[in-house]
């Protein structure tokens, strides 16, 4: 029988996305009314952690942030107490801190710790638990690239946007009679570039796990002008490599593990081949961190909401390691090693996939 739970942690890790404060709010409000427990908010992840930043959260400091987009904890996706730099010039070596965590944590006198994030985070919350923690994830990411959950929260939000984003790049591409080539975030998988531009009915949309290359690209830009369609939108994801070639890296911050690297710049690079051979005037967008702003749809803010109740019902039952994922319509728990094993990819015989190209889209592979 689990013992009665009085104080749990909460804290968020890696990059922010729209339905964390709706996560913050389901967990704090059900343990505090429903357990009568107390709830402290850990400051920017692992950080407060190592550098003992908190504050209690009440009934009232969750209250009206269902529609707040980003955190109130604040987040920090380089903090991985693990491999933790004190100096973040990136002049010294990495140092395991990870005994701090669990020194702090017991002087917290905490029965259980939330950790709200993706791959990165909830890998670093799998060590912990490992090393005694009573740890409860909740999947978040825009990338929707974690195994074992149908859809993590955040990433439906972000789908809307760029769908929204590629509606107004229409008008702009068909009044110039250019080809627009749009950037979209998604790390090293391709869901957010193909839910988006299938919503939003993009020409040619590339993707990590479908190579291209340039001939087919070209050939259904120029198909296009010559059935009167004298514009193109071509919507790619950052993780895309060029044919023959590697990913694009924006920067890298620190040493060289995946983490580190910040993709980008697959758009230019599209927009300028694409130009060269076609002659076809052409513009890219990289949209950037506007994908992760903002207030949450309503299918992540009921997302969020059932994630966070869940989570809060494991802590009750004493089911740690674990965090609630979505299967079908209903919330499974789930084990976080299995959740982080690896990156989940889109599926090549994805339906999705089938429906675009019977429809016309190009994903540049024929
Ligand atoms: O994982 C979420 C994400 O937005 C990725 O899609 C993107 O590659 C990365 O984070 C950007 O990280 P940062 O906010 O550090 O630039």
Redesign the pocket.
Known sequence: MPKRIKRIGILTG??DCPGINAVIRSVTKTVIEKYGAKVLGIKDGFLGLIKERWRELSYEDVSSILTLGGTILGTS?RDDPFHWLPDKEHKSEPIDVSDTVIENYKRLKLDALVCIG?DGTLSIANKLHKKGLNIVGVPK???NDLCETDYTFGFNTAVNIVMEAIDRIHTTASSHHRVMVVET???YAGWLALEAGVAGGGDIILIPEIPFNWDSVCRKVKERNRRGKRFSIVVVA?GTKPPGGELVIKRIIGDKRPENI??GGIGSVVAEEIENRTGVETRYIVLG?L??GGSPTAFDRLLATRFGYVAAEMIAEGRFGYMPALRGNKIKPVLISRAVRKIRRVPKNYLLIEAARSIGTSFGDD
């Open positions: 890696g990059g996706n993706g990411t825009i990338d975030m998604g790390r950052e910040r993709l961190h994908q992760r």
